[in-house]
């Protein structure tokens, strides 16, 4: 039986939902589950696939709307940011043995 939570591999993923545009024209989105690389599209149509990073250089912009302390992660190719997906664990804190 397949988890509700994640897409099966015969479903087209869903797309991460724009949350924001900055002044400069940066999209700020949310992640969907499981999400490793950007599912941004360019003029043509193609994806970006960069791999999402995470991000500490956020200016005061970023910080004014989601937060001091948010979880913010950038895409490696075309800089879109993306905010964490709130039905999964933050990654954030110190690895407890």
């Not at 990073?53 to 190719?77: A, H, L, M, N, S």
Request: proline fraction near 11%; hydrophobic fraction near 25%; charge should be positive.
């Amino acid at each position: 039986m397949a988890n509700p939570r994640y897409s099966s591999p015969t479903e087209p993923p869903p797309e991460a939902p724009v949350v924001a545009t900055l002044r400069d024209g940066t999209k700020v989105k949310a992640r969907i589950p499981r999400m490793r690389a950007c599912n941004e599209k360019d003029d043509k149509g193609k994806l970006c696939v960069g791999h999402l990073k995470r991000f500490y250089g956020v200016g005061p912009e970023v910080t004014g709307q989601f937060g001091v302390d948010v979880e913010i992660y950038r895409c490696e190719k075309c800089r879109t940011l993306y905010l964490p997906n709130p039905e999964e664990e933050p990654r954030t804190g110190t690895l407890s043995w």
